[in-house]
């Protein structure tokens, strides 16, 4: 299958750094994606990464590695405000296009 | 202002009614998605439409029916076969298969 790990929750405290990663099955990769959720709320958009590499905006950063199949998302200088749930999603081809989410990391920023 | 909306919040059904939830989007996305959130599992794909008058099956689509009669709508309607339709619904739209813009989400509830 295609299967997406991510711890299911961290703690932080504000004005730390955080490090979530996700973990993928390679066959099909096709690009990598991060989203933030809020409880109760929609999941928004945070990065996009299809190359290896780091890709960074603002304090939040998503970093790639194909070959191993493995992502993080970094967050910097953690604000309370970023306690949520960071969903991984990866995008799969395989003659069509697939989506497949992780269940989520909860992310609680303590004061 | 450009987004997608859903209505109603939240939905009281009681067992053996069809329901539908309405979703809508103004962003001129061609592709729109609905998805089925339960606690402590991630995002998993019930429908997903790639141009109107045309969707397919996501990986958990018993149950559940679509149409894309409009570019901007996608309304998906639980009936009476889907065994346990209590969750978090969300629809999406997207360039294809790229970032997904995510409406507020319809919180059912089967009494």
């Known amino acids: 299958g295609q299967n997406i790990d991510q711890p299911t929750e961290m703690t932080a405290t504000e004005g730390a750094i955080v490090q979530i990663n996700c973990t993928y099955q390679?066959?099909?990769?096709?690009?990598l994606f991060w989203y933030q959720q809020h409880a109760g709320e929609a999941p928004t958009f945070l990065s996009y990464?299809?190359?290896?590499g780091l890709e960074e905006k603002g304090r939040f950063s998503s970093f790639l590695s194909r070959s191993k199949g493995y992502s993080y998302l970094l967050l910097k200088e953690l604000q309370m405000k970023d306690s949520a749930s960071y969903l991984c999603?990866?995008?799969?081809?395989?003659?069509?296009?697939?989506?497949?989410f992780g269940t989520g990391t909860r992310l609680k920023v303590l004061a | 202002d450009g987004g997608i909306t859903q209505s109603p919040k939240y939905l009281f059904r009681k067992e053996g009614q069809n329901v539908t939830l309405s979703c809508e989007q103004n962003?001129?996305?061609?592709?729109m998605y609905w998805y089925r959130q339960d606690p402590g599992q991630g995002l998993r794909l019930i429908y997903y439409?790639?141009?109107?008058?045309?969707?397919q099956k996501g990986d958990i689509a018993e149950g559940y029916s679509v149409s894309r009669e409009k570019k901007e709508s996608f309304p998906l309607t639980v009936t009476s076969a889907q065994k346990n339709p209590t969750a978090f619904y969300l629809c999406?739209?997207?360039?294809?298969?790229?970032?997904?813009?995510f409406g507020p989400g319809t919180r059912l509830t089967v009494l």
């Open positions: 439409s790639q141009i109107v008058n045309d969707f």
């Open positions: 962003l001129n996305h061609d592709a």
């Open positions: 999406a739209s997207s360039i294809l298969w790229n970032e997904q813009f």
């Open positions: 999603a990866v995008r799969y081809t395989s003659g069509t296009y697939k989506y497949i």
């Open positions: 990464n299809v190359l290896d």
């Open positions: 390679t066959s099909g990769f096709n690009g």
